[in-house]
């Protein structure tokens, strides 16, 4: 059920399989063979996230663009559809300036912690039927612990920086992460009760078909309250616009990257859009039902990964335009407002969700009712 | 939380150019603003109402305009650099020699290339006989 299995099918179907195969077991190194398909994966996972962060990049000027009456970048290219391209190319041509005084192993290994857990999340998130890198057991476990790299590797960068507001930003930054993880974990912990089991692949299956033949099974329905909580948490998590304590311009200049330019700066700036999508591919696989959707059954076998992929994305970008969109919206809050709204709103109504769903689950599983 | 959902539904009607709400934006260097026709761009001289008076220089609040020797008569020259487009020559010449065009686009490399000399400024009328 996963991207390994779907190559290894495609490559028998083509008559490729063995052969191959059969060349590396005349070595004795049919794992050579086993590494590759895995290598080619990994790339193809790189490959289709970068290019998903670049245009997300252009996606959020656009939104905000058109938000504000302005047409947005449209220059470069179609539409300035090229604009994350020339982006990139001046950030390379930048100076990398580390400052004097600065920690200079931790202010260079610190955009490498963000930016390696921001791919990191992507490896059980089932991006369509087969379309998964690796089932995890552990899934929505795993997800969640590493996200909880990024706000050490913040505290780091604004340690490493040695300024002041370096520092104040990534102290905001580990606050918040710390006091939005909590009502995230609860609210995701909601579905898992309903699931049984915190592998993403059974999360989504949980959710494929519908009750009385319209609405479809998504846990949405079933978790409305968990699903804002959810959403509000994981928007505070990426630190984008009502909750941007880390880089909050005007207090902070521009939070924990302040010294960063060049290269590091622009692993820090995908990283954080890489957030923004992983975060939404979670809700997306969590809440509004994975890559489930009409597949009509007359298509061949090979188009149902498509397919699903399509569906997949379609409801990943309606999540990632929701955030843009709020935060064209709202005006940052502040900080001892964002501090209130977790501990004092957020954890107890998460708490007394999963309290409710566990007793309905309870319920339901005895068959009281 | 309903002042964020009203909010949320202002930026929509935004997005989606419902009611009074256009795209406003000209893209500049492909498409320009449609100028007032008394527009105060740069400066134009001409060439035979100028008598040479030098009243525009008197009047003049900033200095901007000598009045040097062009050919074998006395014309405006105007350094751009020190002109704030007030007018105030264009009101007072005798002749009605000066007048305003709607070039804007003055932006120059050097302080010299701002001075407009009588050359890059006369232009003549054609005098109905």
């Known amino acids: 059920m996963n991207a390994y299995e779907l190559i290894v099918n495609i490559l028998t179907a083509l008559g490729a399989y063995e052969p191959v195969l059969n060349i590396f077991k005349a070595h004795g190194a049919e794992y050579v063979l086993k590494v590759i398909i895995v290598f080619v994966e990994i790339v193809v996972l790189m490959a289709f996230v970068l290019v998903t962060v670049m245009f997300l990049t252009w996606m959020e000027r656009k939104v905000v663009a058109m938000v504000q009456v302005r047409y947005g970048p449209m220059v470069t290219g179609p539409r300035g559809l090229l604009q994350p391209v020339m982006d990139g190319i001046k950030l390379m041509g930048k100076e990398d300036i580390i400052p004097e005084k600065a920690d200079k192993w931790l202010f260079t290994l610190a955009p490498f912690i963000v930016f390696i857990p921001a791919i990191l999340v992507f490896v059980p998130i089932p991006f369509g039927d087969y379309l998964i890198i690796s089932d995890l057991r552990v899934g929505l476990l795993y997800i969640i612990a590493i996200s909880a790299i990024s706000p050490v590797a913040i505290l780091l960068a604004g340690w490493a920086s040695n300024n002041k507001y370096s520092l104040l930003g990534a102290m905001r930054a580990v606050a918040q992460d710390i006091s939005y993880t909590i009502p995230l974990a609860l609210a995701a912990i909601a579905v898992v009760l309903f699931t049984g089991s915190l592998s993403t692949v059974d999360i989504v299956n949980a959710q494929s078909g519908t009750w009385f033949g319209i609405i479809p099974k998504w846990f949405i329905f079933l978790q409305p309250l968990g699903f804002i909580l959810f959403l509000i948490a994981s928007i505070a998590e990426m630190g984008r616009i009502p909750f941007d304590f880390q880089e909050s311009e005007s207090e902070l200049v521009a939070g ?114 | ?77 105007f350094n751009i650099g020190m002109c704030m487009f007030c007018g105030l020559c264009v009101d007072v010449c005798p002749m009605n020699a000066i007048k305003m065009t709607g070039n804007y686009e003055l932006a120059d490399y050097t302080r010299e290339s701002l001075i407009y000399t009588p050359e890059r400024l006369l232009f003549s009328k054609e005098v109905k006989q």
Not at chain 1, 278 to 301: D, K, R
């Open chain 2, 1 to 77: 939380m309903s002042g964020i959902i009203k909010g949320l539904i202002v930026t929509m009607k935004h997005v989606l150019h419902i009611g009074n709400r256009p795209t406003v934006t000209i893209q500049y260097p492909y498409e320009r603003m449609k100028l007032s026709p008394r527009f105060r761009g740069l400066h134009a001289v001409d060439e035979n109402a100028c008598i040479g008076c030098g009243i525009c220089e008197v009047n003049c609040p900033n200095g901007t305009i000598t009045i040097v020797k062009y050919g074998t008569r006395w014309f405006p020259q």
């Open chain 1, 256 to 369: 924990f990257f302040i010294e960063y330019s060049g290269m590091k700066f622009a692993m820090f700036f995908l990283a954080e859009y890489a957030h923004l999508f992983a975060v939404s591919a979670i809700v997306v696989t969590l809440f509004l039902g994975g890559w489930n959707g009409p597949i009509p059954s007359f298509l061949p076998a090979f188009a149902v990964p498509l397919v699903s992929l399509v569906y997949f994305l379609i409801k990943t970008y309606a999540v990632i335009f929701f955030a843009m969109w709020l935060r064209d919206t709202v005006p940052r809050v502040r900080i001892d407002q964002l501090l209130n709204l977790g501990w004092k709103i957020m954890v107890p109504l998460a708490l007394l969700n999963l309290l409710v769903t566990g007793f309905l689950v309870t319920i339901l599983a005895n068959g009281v009712i």
